[in-house]
C-alpha cells in the first residue's frame, strides 16, 4: 500500500494557484522575457537615435538611464509575480486597495501606368516625364514650358515629387493611403485583413495551452531574430559602402551633445520602453515561475541582453544604409530614417540593390514576424492570465478563452486595415503607451516601496532563497526609493516638454483626433483614481485604502489556509522541486499588516 505524504488531503489544498501551471524549465521563461522586451524598437528606432544623438556618445545616457530607471522597476516587477504567483489585476489590489523596382515597351507602359510618381530613365523617357506635368522635354536633363518657350525652364527631377518604388508600393499598393485623412478613411484593405486574420490565428495557436504551449514557441521566436541579425550582419558589412554607414551610426562620437536635454529625454524614454515595464507582462511571465528562481540574476541579463541587442542591430541596419548611400550617391543621412520606413521603405529599397533580393527581404521580413510575435504572445498572455486569475473556472476552457480574446482584438483591428488605417495605427502608436505607461510606473514605484514598504519587500525576495550581495542591496535601496521615482518623474517631465502632436508624414492629425488620442492615455491612466474611488466605497475607514491583504503571499501558503479552512490543520509534503529544502508548516492567517 503506498505510503501518504501528508497527514489530511492534499487535494484539499490545491486551489486556483496550482492549476495556472509554470514553465516547463527555467530557459522558456528567461526566452519569453527576452522575446518580449525585444521588440521593434530595438531595429527601427534605437540605431536612429544613436547617430542623431552623437554616435556611440548615446551609450552614456543610454546606459546611466538603464541603470538607474529601466533594470530597477524590470527586476521589481519580475520578484513581484514570482513572489504572489500572481497576475497585475489580482496582485495590486491585495497590495493596497487604493491601487486597484531594363524593361520592354509593354513593361515600360505598366511602369507608367502603375507608378507616375516614381522617375526613371529606364521606365520613362524625358519627354513623357515632363508632360506628366504639363510641360515637354528640352533635353535630356531639363523640362520646359511650350507656352513660355526656353525662358521657363527646369530639371527634370524636379519638376514633380518623386518616391522610391518601396515607397510607392508600401503607401499606395499596400496600405493605399494616398489621399486618405481621418474624414475619409476609405474602404478595408483584404489582402491585410487576411494577414491580420492569419497572425491572430498564429497566437492563437501558440497560446491555446497557456505557458505549456508559448513556451515551447518561444525557442523559435526569441531566437531565430539573432540568427538572422547576425546572417544581415555579415552580409551587410561585406557591401561596399558598409563602414561608411557604420562609421556614421557610431563610430563617430560627439560627446558635446550630451549637453543637450534632448539627447537624455531620448536615452530615458527608449530605455523606459525599450524594457516593456510597467504594462503587467513581466509580471505575468513571472507569476509562472517556480518559487525560488533567481529572477534577480535573471533581469540583470535579460536587460542588458536586450540594450545590447539594439546597439548590435543599429551595425546591421546602418552596414546596409551606407551600401545604398553608396549606391544613391548620396549621405547616409539622407537615407536614414526611424519607424516604419525604416523598416518598409528604406530597407527594402537597400536589399534591392543586392544580389538574390528576395532572399534577403525574405529574411528581414521573417525577423521582423518574429519579433512581432514574441512580443504579441507576452502581451495576450497578460490578459488572458487576468481572465484565469479572476474566474478560475474559465481555465477549465483555456483553448476557447484565447480564442475568443484574439478574435475580440482581431475586430478591433479592423480599423487599421482600412485605406486609412495608418492614421489610427498612429495614434495608438503615439498615445496609447505614452505618458500613461510612465505614470503606471510611477504608481507601481510608490505602492510597493512607500505603501507596501521597501524593507517587506526585500523580505520576501529573501524569502524566494535569492541572495543580494551588500553592494547590491545597496544599489536597490538607492534606486527603489529614492532614484528611480526621480528618474520617472524626470521622464515624465520630459515628455509632456517635448511632445508634438501625432502626424504622420507632412499630414498632422486634426485637433478632435489628437483629444481622442488623449482619451485613449486616459483610458488606462483614468483606472487608477476609478479603483481607488471603488475602494474607497467598500472600506470603512481610510488606512484600510493602505492596508496589503493577506492573500499577498506564496501561492503554497494560500493553499495552506485553504486547506486548513476546509478541516483541521495538517502538515504537507511538496512535489514540486520548488519548494525542496522548505520546511513543512502550516502558516496560520496572519492580521492584515500595518
Known amino acids: 500500500m503506498p505510503e501518504r ?23 522558456e521563461f528567461f526566452l519569453s522575457c527576452l522575446g518580449y522586451a525585444v521588440g521593434f524598437g530595438n531595429v527601427w528606432r534605437f540605431p536612429y537615435l544613436c547617430y542623431k544623438n552623437g554616435g556611440a556618445a548615446f551609450l552614456i545616457p543610454y546606459t546611466i538611464m538603464l541603470l538607474f530607471s529601466g533594470l530597477p ?32 515597351d509593354a513593361e515600360a507602359e ?34 520646359h514650358d511650350p507656352a513660355n518657350g526656353s525662358a521657363w525652364v527646369r530639371p527634370v527631377e524636379t519638376v514633380l515629387a518623386r518616391i522610391s518604388a518601396s515607397e510607392d508600393y508600401f503607401k499606395n499598393r499596400m496600405l ?55 546572417v544581415l550582419f555579415v552580409r551587410g558589412i561585406t557591401l561596399d559602402g558598409a563602414m561608411k554607414g557604420i562609421e556614421f551610426y557610431f563610430l563617430q562620437p560627439d560627446f ?11 536615452a530615458a524614454i527608449q530605455i523606459f520602453y525599450s524594457l516593456g515595464v510597467s504594462f503587467g507582462c513581466l509580471i505575468t511571465l513571472s507569476s509562472y515561475n517556480k518559487f525560488n528562481n533567481n529572477c ?75 519579433i512581432g510575435l514574441a512580443s504579441q504572445l507576452t502581451m495576450v498572455e497578460t490578459v488572458t492570465t487576468t481572465l484565469f486569475d479572476c474566474m478560475p473556472a474559465l481555465r477549465n476552457r483555456k483553448p476557447l478563452v484565447v480564442a475568443c480574446v484574439c478574435f475580440v482584438i482581431f475586430l478591433l483591428g479592423l480599423s487599421m486595415c482600412l485605406e486609412g488605417g495608418i492614421l489610427m495605427f498612429e495614434l495608438f502608436f503615439w498615445y ?35 541572495y543580494i550581495p551588500a553592494p547590491l542591496k545597496a544599489y536597490w535601496l538607492a534606486t527603489w526609493v529614492f532614484i528611480t521615482p526621480a528618474m520617472l518623474v524626470l521622464i515624465c517631465f520630459f515628455y509632456i516638454y517635448f511632445f508634438v502632436p501625432a502626424y504622420w508624414g507632412d499630414y498632422v492629425f486634426p485637433t478632435n483626433i489628437q483629444i481622442l488620442g488623449w ?58 522541486a520548488a519548494f525542496e529544502g522548505t520546511q513543512n508548516k502550516v502558516y496560520p492567517e496572519l492580521p492584515p499588516s500595518e
Open 432 to 466: 496609447s503607451a505614452g505618458i500613461s505607461v510612465i505614470i503606471l510606473a510611477i504608481a507601481q514605484v510608490v505602492a510597493v516601496v512607500w505603501v507596501y514598504g521597501f524593507r517587506r519587500f526585500l523580505s520576501n525576495i529573501k524569502e524566494m532563497g535569492v
Open 176 to 230: 493605399g493611403v494616398t489621399g486618405r485623412s481621418w474624414d475619409d478613411m476609405g474602404g478595408l484593405r483584404w489582402e491585410l485583413v487576411g494577414c491580420l486574420a492569419l497572425a491572430w490565428v498564429i497566437v492563437g495557436a501558440c497560446l491555446a495551452k497557456g505557458v505549456k504551449s508559448s513556451g515551447k514557441v518561444v525557442y523559435f521566436t526569441a531566437l531565430f531574430p539573432y540568427v538572422i541579425l547576425a
Open 110 to 143: 505598366r511602369c507608367k501606368n502603375s507608378s507616375l510618381v516614381y522617375y526613371n530613365r529606364t521606365c520613362l523617357s524625358v519627354g513623357d516625364y515632363c508632360g506628366l506635368a504639363g510641360l515637354g522635354g528640352l533635353n535630356e536633363t531639363h523640362c
Open 519 to 576: 482619451l485613449l492615455s486616459a483610458s488606462s491612466m483614468g483606472l487608477i483614481p476609478l479603483g481607488a474611488l471603488g475602494a474607497l466605497c467598500k472600506t470603512k475607514t481610510f488606512r484600510e485604502l493602505f492596508q496589503t491583504s493577506p492573500d499577498l503571499c506564496p501561492a503554497h501558503v494560500r493553499s495552506q489556509r485553504a486547506a486548513q479552512e476546509g478541516g483541521p490543520a495538517a502538515s504537507f509534503e511538496y512535489d514540486n
Open 256 to 266: 558635446s551633445r550630451l549637453m543637450e536635454v534632448e539627447v537624455w529625454s531620448d
Open 73 to 104: 522597476i524590470f527586476f521589481m516587477e519580475l520578484a513581484l509575480g514570482q513572489y504572489v504567483s500572481l497576475g497585475p489585476a489580482l496582485l495590486f489590489p491585495k497590495l493596497a486597495p487604493v491601487f486597484s523596382d531594363c524593361f520592354t
Open 296 to 370: 534577480m540574476r535573471d533581469a540583470i541579463i535579460i536587460a542588458f541582453a536586450n540594450c545590447s541587442t539594439s546597439v548590435f542591430s543599429g551595425f546591421v541596419i546602418f552596414s546596409i544604409l551606407g551600401f545604398l548611400a553608396q549606391e544613391l550617391g548620396v549621405e547616409v543621412k539622407d537615407v536614414a530614417s526611424s519607424g516604419s520606413g525604416l523598416a518598409f521603405i528604406v530597407y527594402p529599397a537597400a536589399v534591392s540593390l543586392l544580389p538574390l533580393p528576395q532572399l534577403w527581404s525574405v529574411l528581414f521580413f521573417v525577423m521582423l514576424i518574429n
Open 5 to 27: 505524504k501528508a497527514t489530511g488531503s492534499t487535494e484539499a489544498a490545491k486551489g486556483p494557484e496550482e492549476e495556472r501551471g509554470t514553465w516547463g524549465n527555467q530557459c
